[in-house]
């Protein structure tokens, strides 16, 4: 065999190995992608739990159905509580709405729903927006929701 022959063939050799690391590494970067998405759902439910489970308490319970029912009868104190509730409740909803699988989307537009249908949690969101405390972002997702039947 002659030097040009075996340039070639050494070429060829590297070429294959450089794309087969190629191909090994898109698999790993798959694998990675499909456990991040894992832990990010779960660290979302536990989130989700922690939150229900502390305005499940008794004295938190009683300002979140106060809120609910008539939120301009809420003093300052009270209008600061149940405006974290409100606000943290709806980043719950917008980071459900990046992971969520579109089959799943109704389901979570439904919930939103929910959320907003007593008259003092829709004061206490339109007040947020009045104040620009809520992203567009999350506004164009909210809007979306209640806007679907």
């Known amino acids: 065999m002659d030097l040009k022959l075996i340039s070639e063939v050494a070429t060829i050799i590297g070429s294959i190995s450089i794309f087969l690391t190629l191909f090994f590494i898109i698999i790993e970067l ?29 004295g938190n319970a009683e300002l979140v159905l106060k809120g609910q029912k008539n939120y301009d009868l809420l003093n300052e104190k ?16 917008m980071f459900g709405a990046t992971t969520v699988n579109s089959k799943n ?14 008259d003092g949690t829709m004061k206490c969101y339109e007040n947020l927006m009045t104040r620009k405390m809520i992203p567009p972002m999350w506004k164009s997702v909210i809007d979306t ?5």
């Open 30 to 58: 798959k694998k990675n992608v499909d456990q991040t998405k894992s832990v990010n759902m779960a660290n979302r439910d536990d989130t989700a739990t922690n939150f229900v489970l502390f305005w499940s308490q008794d």
């Open 78 to 93: 009270e209008k600061f509580r149940f405006e974290g509730y409100v606000e943290t409740r709806i980043r719950l909803f």
């Open 105 to 118: 989307l109704p389901f979570h537009y439904y919930r939103m729903q929910d959320f907003f249908k007593p």
């Open 145 to 149: 929701a209640l806007s679907t039947t």
